[in-house]
T-cell receptor, first 115, second 115 residues
Framework: DAGITQSPRHKVTETGTPVTLRCHQT?????MYWYRQDPGHGLRLIHY???????DKGEVSDGYSVSRSKTEDFLLTLESATSSQTSVYFC??????????????FGPGTRLTVT | SQKIEQNSEALNIQEGKTATLTCNYT??????LQWYRQDPGRGPVFLLLIRENEKEKRKERLKVTFDTTLKQSLFHITASQPADSATYLCALVSLSGGGADGLTFGKGTHLIIQP
């Protein structure tokens, strides 16, 4: 998984509780992304980061926030989890300046269940 | 709105034959088109990238074509093997955001290679 870890790998939480998912990379890639994957929808971009403290929204950002204080870590926070946020969350990294071709490398995923 | 379509039904192919998967897109002007493989419970893995000015790209038993007039990419696996069974995702990259604003994925095609 190209030096990308996600934690936790599985989590069950209750509606209304805050949840933070962590993505850690050892590749020193500039760009980091959070996607969610749901049956019938495929992978959808939540937020992304193009550098330390530089983030932007993706297609499905409502209800999520992110932070990146170090190159290697990208955190995804659900401020108040809802059942609609039950999903598999994937982190990805990319470094177009180094690779020149925008391919992304994905972590193993976090399965989140909100009851 | 932007749309990426892949065969939603599973594709069953006999071992040794060529598997051909289709990716069609609308309302999009991608600079790059990528193909990923995803196994159950795992993150997507990058396979191939083709640029808008390229017609065909090969890598071992894999071949990708890209027709920007038809707005279509075909992904071929020759001499298919049961180990090729997986879900294959098509993804597009535009450069409107400098390429940093993530990939847009199709929902994927589940390929089954039968012995």
């Amino acid at each position: 998984d190209a030096g990308i870890t996600q934690s936790p790998r599985h989590k069950v939480t209750e509606t209304g509780t805050p949840v933070t998912l962590r993505c850690h990379q050892t590749e020193n890639h500039r760009y980091m992304y959070w996607y969610r994957q749901d049956p019938g929808h495929g992978l959808r971009l939540i937020h992304y980061s193009y550098g330390v403290k530089d983030t932007d929204k993706g297609e499905v950002s409502d209800g999520y926030s992110v932070s990146r204080s170090k190159t290697e870590d990208f955190l995804l926070t659900l401020e108040s989890a809802t059942s609609s946020q039950t999903s598999v969350y994937f982190c990805a990294i990319s470094d177009p300046g180094r690779q020149g071709s925008y391919e992304q490398y994905f972590g193993p995923g976090t399965r989140l269940t909100v009851t | 709105s932007q749309k990426i379509e892949q065969n939603s039904e599973a594709l069953n192919i006999q071992e040794g034959k060529t598997a051909t998967l289709t990716c069609n897109y609308t309302n999009y002007s991608p600079a790059y088109l990528q193909w990923y493989r995803q196994d159950p419970g795992r993150g997507p893995v990058f396979l191939l990238l083709i640029r808008e000015n390229e017609k065909e790209k090969r890598k071992e038993r894999l071949k990708v074509t890209f027709d920007t007039t038809l707005k279509q990419s075909l992904f071929h696996i020759t001499a298919s093997q049961p180990a090729d069974s997986a879900t294959y995702l098509c993804a597009l990259v535009s450069l409107s955001g400098g390429g940093a604003d993530g990939l847009t994925f199709g929902k994927g095609t589940h390929l089954i290679i039968q012995p």
